[in-house]
């Protein structure tokens, strides 16, 4: 098989190659397409999934979520020497 030359190629050849690898660049644009929707697709599915799941979730106690900031911020200082 001998190498496609660009600088002695005819013109019928030239054409040619350039409808071939003009194809080839548009096939390959397609499918990256196909390929791009197809991953946005999985990404947004598991996103659903995920905004599902924590729909499901029981809210949380806000109270209690202060008493244990407070526990936390009393251990730190005194861990840290400050005086309360």
Do not use: C
Request: proline share 2%.
């Amino acid at each position: 098989m001998s190498r496609f030359n660009v600088a002695s190629a005819a013109a019928a050849d030239w054409a040619a190659f350039m409808a071939g690898y003009e194809s080839g660049y548009m096939q390959g644009l397609v499918v990256g397409r196909q390929h791009e929707r197809a991953e946005t697709t999985e990404l947004m599915r598991n996103a659903v999934r995920i905004v599902h799941a924590l729909a499901e979730v029981p809210p949380r106690d806000a109270e209690e979520d202060q008493r244990q900031a407070e526990k936390r911020a009393a251990f730190w200082a005194a861990r840290r020497g400050e005086v309360a």
